[in-house]
């Protein structure tokens, strides 16, 4: 079989009604039965039923997304799937990753991200931060960009993810980021458009959630992990408890580095890098840092056989 990696997406590709398609198998159900035990709630009903304003929630959302991302995975491999050479996760998605590396238990890792998404959205009020995905180019423009506002504005406004070689995600105060766009603009940016997100993820403003974070994962049982993880902040494979709780911790205040990610997937010889999780919006992206990636997405019953089929 094709050496692979696994890679799981963060918040943006949920939707009410995702994991449906598998019915009642059982990876998928007992994966919503450890959810809801480890969260006092039934994860399982909230996907299934919404209400997708409730599903959008960042506590919501955050959780859901690696509980959805661990079912497709369980499933992947009680369908007779192997495991990937190696895993990596866009932002939220690296706890994912872990979790599937064997790095943290899936009972430890759902109220982690919880108090994860408590503590970014409690950062910074709402109304008072925001996000913009800049289209069209180079991330070298985009962080000169973001240094010319802040200088001209005062405010924060920061390059906070990298997705690919034309896209690049700003984030600061409101006028921080509206200075960004405006300047970005003018330097050329094809679109600069406002994301409908909560908070300022990963941007310095993150730093009180971080130092909220670390005192819990100091908590946190961490194992080494059974299969490489590259991480989102210095794009490194760690395997000390230690390091992987410090990536972790900068990881929320740090860019996310995803062309490099995927680079360095491809650098230890991974042909094919296979989206788990609801939506296609991480193959997407890998296409477009590499085309001659192979990108692909599990996510339901059959996709997983067409992987199947494409890996053999």
């Given at each position: ?99 599937a590396a ?27 931060g925001a ?96 299969i490489a ?84």
């Open positions: 079989m094709t050496s692979f990696a696994f890679v799981f997406p963060g918040q943006g590709s949920q939707a009410v009604g995702m994991l449906d398609a598998w019915g009642d198998h059982p990876a998928v159900r007992q994966t919503l039965a450890e959810a809801s035990a480890a969260l006092g709630e039934d994860i399982g009903a909230l996907i299934h039923a919404g209400p997708k304003e409730q599903l959008d929630l960042t506590t919501n959302t955050q959780p859901v997304m690696l509980t959805a991302g661990i079912a497709c995975y369980r499933a992947w491999r009680a369908e007779g799937g192997v495991a990937p050479a190696a895993v990596a996760g866009h932002s939220l998605g690296e706890y994912t990753a872990l979790v064997g790095c943290l238990s899936l009972a430890d890792a759902l109220p982690l991200v919880r108090l994860r998404a408590q503590a970014m959205q409690e950062a910074v009020p709402v109304g008072q996000m913009a995905a800049i289209l069209g180019l180079d991330a070298a423009t985009v962080r000169a960009g973001c240094a010319e506002a802040a200088a001209a504005s005062g405010e924060v406004v920061e390059a906070v993810n990298f997705n690919d070689p034309k896209q690049t995600v700003i984030a600061g105060t409101k006028a921080g980021v509206e200075k960004g766009c405006e300047v970005l603009k003018a330097k050329g940016a094809k679109r600069a458009l406002p994301l409908p997100v909560s908070a300022p993820f990963h941007s310095s403003l993150m730093k009180p959630a971080a130092e909220r974070l670390k005192a819990r994962l100091a908590e946190v049982a961490i194992a080494a992990p059974t993880v590259v991480n989102n902040i210095d794009v490194s494979v760690a395997s000390e408890p230690a390091a992987i709780r410090d990536a972790l911790y900068r990881q929320a205040f740090g860019p996310v580095r995803w062309v490099e990610v995927v680079q360095a997937l491809r650098a230890r010889g991974l042909t094919h890098i296979i989206e788990c999780g609801p939506g296609k919006v991480l193959a997407g992206m890998v296409k477009r840092i590499d085309a001659e990636a192979v990108s692909a997405t599990v996510f339901d019953p059959a996709s997983l056989a067409e992987v199947k089929g494409l890996l053999a």
